[in-house]
């Protein structure tokens, strides 16, 4: 069964510091890996994707790396702001026709001052 | 490029009522549009598949009747909410298909509250 992981479900950290999530991945056969950031009632925005041969991929403070043997995949905040506080989604896509993509539920990050 | 316009951005409206929800893409052609529904603290949940000036495409355990899907021109998809119930009280979101098989932009969502 196609499925997507994260964790945490939720994670609050103090404005400044460093974050990691992840994301753990049993779709097959893989196309890509995006993370995408949600604010509150808005639509996902996306900060990285990543194919099968990628291992990391930086947009600013955002680092995501991806290793495809052990189907994990990570999104590292370097320096938070407050602006950080949201929803970030792994999505990972799939070339089977069945299932296209496959959304994880997500992990609350919360920056307090 | 890939900007997409969704609007409204929020909507109230009474138990019985239709509400219609569009979606544009404003610098490109979108051939199939997804739609897509999320309740508070949940993932986005594929509801039907668009694809212009045929029939959309519903996944399992939506209401083709209720959540009429109209792909008319290839930057104009709406999604029209019929005989609104509390139940239906929901984020929706479109994506069209660019980037890759199930979207890769969405638009900026339409909260849905039904009263």
């Known amino acids: 069964k196609n499925q997507v992981e994260q964790s945490p479900q939720s994670l609050i950290i103090l404005e400044g510091k460093n974050c990691t999530l992840q994301?753990?991945?049993?779709?097959?056969?893989?196309?890509?890996l995006r993370w995408y950031k949600q604010d509150t009632g808005r639509g996902p925005v996306s900060l990285t994707i990543?194919?099968?041969?990628?291992n990391t991929k930086s947009n600013g403070r955002y680092t995501a790396t991806l290793d495809a043997d052990t189907k994990q995949s990570s999104l590292h905040i370097t320096a938070s702001q407050l602006s950080d506080s949201a929803s970030y989604i792994c999505?990972?896509?799939?070339?089977?026709?069945?299932?296209?993509?496959?959304f994880g539920s997500g992990t609350r990050l919360s920056i307090r001052p | 490029g890939a900007v997409v316009s969704q609007h409204p951005s929020w909507v109230i409206c009474k138990s019985g009522t239709s509400v219609k929800i569009e979606c544009r893409s404003l610098?490109?052609?979108?051939?199939?549009m997804f739609w897509y529904r999320q309740f508070p603290k949940q993932s986005l949940m594929l509801m039907a598949t668009?694809?212009?000036?045929?029939?959309?495409?519903?996944e399992q355990g939506v209401e083709k009747d209720k959540f009429l899907i109209n792909h008319a021109s290839l930057t104009l998809s709406t999604l029209t909410v019929t005989s609104a119930h509390p139940e239906d009280s929901s984020f929706y979101i479109c994506?069209?298909?660019?980037?890759?098989?199930?979207?890769?932009?969405f638009g900026s969502g339409t909260r849905l509250t039904v009263v």
């Open positions: 999505v990972v896509s799939s070339y089977s026709s069945a299932s296209k993509i496959i």
């Open positions: 994301c753990n991945y049993t779709v097959s056969p893989f196309s890509n």
């Open positions: 990543m194919t099968f041969s990628e």
């Open positions: 610098d490109f052609q979108a051939t199939t």
């Open positions: 668009s694809n212009e000036g045929s029939k959309a495409t519903y």
């Open positions: 994506s069209p298909e660019i980037g890759g098989p199930g979207g890769y932009t």
